[in-house]
Structure formats: C-alpha cells, structure tokens
C-alpha cells in the first residue's frame, strides 16, 4: 500500500525523506511562505519496531527505581495530608519512607514476575517519510519548495 492510499485519494506526494526531522523541514518551509499546512501530511513508510537496550536490569535496580518511584508518590501524598490536616512535617517523612517500602516490595515482584534480564524502549521507526498534499495545492507547494535554496532544502 503506498503513502498515497494510507492518506487519501486526493493526495499527491511531493517528496520523500530519510527522517522524519527532515519531512519536517520540509513543512516548516511551507509554514514560513504562509501555505495553508493544514493540506499537508507526513506518512512514515516501510514501519518497523525497534528495541533500544539499555542495560542489564538487575534485582537491585529494580527494588532502588521502585524505591525512588514510591518515595516520589509518598511525598506528594505526604504533601496533600499535610496541607489538609493538623499533622505535623512527621507525615511527609512517614508518606515517604512508606512509599518507598512499598514502590521497591511492587518493582521486585514484578521484576520476578517480569524474567527479563534487561532494560529497554521500543519505537517504531520508518524507512522513509513522504510529506503528501491534497492535489489542488500541490502546483503551489512544488513551487514554494522548488523556491528554496538547494543548500537550505531537508534531504
């Protein structure tokens, strides 16, 4: 299926970029010369998920990031006990410490329950990007793009 039909079928391509930043760019440079961009699209072609490892994910970082995620949600709750309530500063420290037991005892269950060795973010990433515009402006878009220095142009 081509960027054309994913689109519409009044869309025409006016060029194809190897990232995204670039098909950007190319947009950008229509905003600028006041093109009405609401005509445009930018469709990520050829898709495809990657997994970024970051890191072995060990029993340790697992009970400190739960520790540290629990001690934040402790404090905020602490905070808004504190401002509703008589109690003295003794409960935010209690909220914290409590939020801490507790975000390290979950992150190290799931962590045993999760079996993975590592850390990592997954994206899903294209090939290419076409920057598509309903066919009644793209004589206009050419021409504005066409306009652009060939330094100044997104590649």
Not at 56 to 76: D, E, H, I, M, Y
Not at 78 to 93: K, Y
Request: glycine share 10%; with cysteine.
């Amino acid at each position: 299926m081509t960027a054309e039909n994913l689109a519409g079928p009044n869309k025409v391509v006016l060029g194809d970029y190897a990232s995204h930043a670039a098909a950007q760019r190319s947009v950008d440079i229509l905003a600028d010369r006041d093109f009405p961009v609401e005509h445009v699209t930018i469709v990520g072609c050829g898709l495809r998920l990657e997994e970024r490892v970051l890191g072995r994910w060990t029993v340790g970082k697992a009970l400190a990031a739960g520790a540290s995620s629990g001690a934040w949600v402790g404090l905020l709750i602490g905070l808004v006990f504190w401002i509703v309530s008589p109690w003295h500063a003794g409960a935010v420290i209690s909220a914290i410490i409590l939020g801490a037991i507790f975000g390290a005892v979950f992150a190290g269950v799931a962590h045993g329950l999760r079996r993975q060795a590592f850390a990592s973010t997954s994206a899903v990433v294209a090939d290419r990007y076409d920057v598509l515009v309903d066919a009644e402006f793209a004589a206009e878009a050419r021409r504005l793009l066409a306009a652009i220095p060939a330094t100044e142009r997104p590649h």
